[in-house]
């Protein structure tokens, strides 16, 4: 079955950026979904198909993707910002994968 | 305003059955796939099933293959996962989501969840 990997903790400071990696075969070929999820809420999707973004979300947030590795960069983090984040993909066959999720600090 | 509603969790001993219902609104049910998706206490989310938007095409992981079953009708907006044989690794939060697609597609509106406990 399909796996993705993200490290499990990214942590920066006010006013810097962070990038939350996630590591999968031939990612770029899937379109990369991520997900921020604050504690107590629902996930909320932030960045999808790779690097688009959903209405009303900054444009702080912004994805990328290389041959194995899909990117959410966050600019200017906050506290705000901090959170779980998750990757996402169809695998291509009949399966949605998630990463198992990087927690964001921000010291 | 997109909105999704679940219901239908709670406490159940092992080998028990549920039926989960997500009522949704504010956006033409039909056209737009549907998927559960739980989450474990202090866990990270996992895929449970997907729906299309007709209904024709349903997509279940193996770890839930013949013990949970996904349904929609289209006539009253409602998703429906049907949880049979629970074992106490199913207590989760179930969330229902949508996705921006007839059939696959990111999950662009997710509800609050309804919580399954398995136990004895």
């Known amino acids: 079955s399909y796996v993705l990997t993200q490290p499990p903790s990214v942590s920066v400071a006010p006013g810097q950026t962070a990038n939350i990696s996630c590591a999968g075969d031939k990612l770029s070929t899937k379109g990369v979904h991520w997900y921020q999820q604050k504690p107590g809420q629902a996930p909320m999707l932030v960045v999808y198909?790779?690097?688009d973004r959903p209405s009303g979300i900054y444009e702080r947030f912004s994805g990328s993707t290389s041959v194995n590795t899909a990117t959410l960069t966050i600019t200017r983090v906050d506290a705000g910002d901090e959170a779980d984040y998750f990757c996402?993909?169809?695998?291509?066959?009949?399966?949605?994968?998630f990463g198992g999720g990087t927690k964001l600090a921000v010291l | 305003e997109v909105q999704l509603l679940e219901s239908g969790g709670g406490l159940v001993q092992p080998g028990g059955s549920l039926r989960l219902s997500c009522a949704a609104s504010g956006f033409t049910f039909k056209n737009f796939a549907m998927s559960w998706v739980r989450q474990s206490p202090g866990k990270g989310l996992e895929w449970v099933s997907s729906?299309?938007?007709?209904?024709?095409?349903?997509h279940l992981p193996e770890s839930v293959k013949g013990r949970f079953s996904v349904s929609r009708d289209n006539t009253k907006d409602t998703l429906y996962l049907e949880l049979n044989s629970l074992r106490a690794e199913d207590t989760a939060l179930y969330y229902c989501?949508?996705?921006?697609?007839?059939?696959?597609?990111?999950?662009?509106?997710w509800g609050q969840g309804t919580l399954v406990t398995v136990s004895s």
């Open positions: 198909d790779d690097w």
């Open positions: 989501a949508k996705s921006n697609s007839p059939l696959f597609g990111s999950f662009d509106h």
């Open positions: 996402e993909v169809w695998d291509g066959g009949s399966a949605r994968v």
């Open positions: 729906i299309g938007g007709s209904g024709h095409i349903r």
